[in-house]
């Protein structure tokens, strides 16, 4: 969000908390799908179920630390780049956010089949990684690592910023992308972490050829595994 530098004005500021306070619960509609931004305005919300996908970059604070500049602008730049890229492909995708090297997206998931579309788009991410770490070890660069995390389950959709300035953001809410999150931090954290890490609510709704890709992790309560797409995957056997 780009400032435009609207001077500020105290009494402005207490109308705004009192009008904000004052909201009443009625104004936060349920949902069965995510509904268009356009409908937010300052008083209103609506509740749904979705699915949240998170994808970081392992050990990223250590970065600058061992390249210039420039070269870690090339390396965040072609991760992000490509990670957009699938996400945005998949249709069921309705948002999606870029915060330092994590990349998250919400999509609207009414069915079952579209749960394996998101798993599928993890995945592909994962494969997509290994492509870019394959063209940087081409070019001396050391590879990166990613953790991915997807749950599935209820969200607060709103408006927030400052009214009548144009400053304004969709603020998404909810247990589903606090628990995403933190899946996506076990991702790859130590040697018995795999790279994918999804909610029992994910794994219930896969059908049984992606179930079968993935284990109970224990210790984080939750599945994961190191699934990959076939087809990308084959490039890189054959390019690396």
């Known amino acids: 969000m780009k400032s435009n530098h609207i001077n500020y004005n105290f009494d402005k500021s207490l109308a705004r908390i009192d009008e904000i306070l004052n909201t009443q619960d ?45 070269t870690l602008a090339r390396i965040y730049r072609s991760y992000i780049s490509e990670v957009i890229a699938i996400i945005n492909s998949n249709d069921q995708c309705s948002e999606i956010n870029v915060q ?18 998101v798993f599928s788009t993890a995945y592909c991410i994962s494969s ?3 492509v870019l770490n394959c063209k940087l070890k081409k070019r001396k660069i050391d590879p990166i690592s990613i953790g991915l995390g997807i749950d599935y389950g209820r969200a607060l959709m709103i408006k927030a910023g400052y009214s009548g300035s144009g400053i304004n953001e969709v603020v998404w809410m909810g247990d589903v992308v606090n628990c995403a999150c933190k899946l996506c931090g076990y991702g790859n954290k130590s040697y018995s972490d795999n790279e994918i890490m999804v909610s029992s609510d994910i794994y219930s709704n896969l059908n049984n050829h992606n179930q079968s890709l993935l284990t109970w992790n224990l210790s984080r309560n939750c599945y994961h595994g190191n699934v990959v797409d076939s087809q990308i995957n084959n490039w890189v056997k054959e390019n690396c």
Request: glycine letters at 4%.
């Open 128 to 130: 997509i990684v290994d």
């Open 100 to 117: 330092g090297d994590c990349v998250w997206a919400i999509f609207d998931t009414p069915y079952k089949n579209h749960i394996d579309m």
């Open 26 to 70: 009625n104004s936060y509609e349920e949902t069965n799908n995510i509904p268009s931004r356009d409908k937010l305005t300052y008083t209103n919300g609506f509740y749904f179920n979705c699915t949240a996908l998170f994808v970081d970059i392992r050990g990223s604070s250590s970065l600058p630390q061992k390249y210039r500049r420039p």
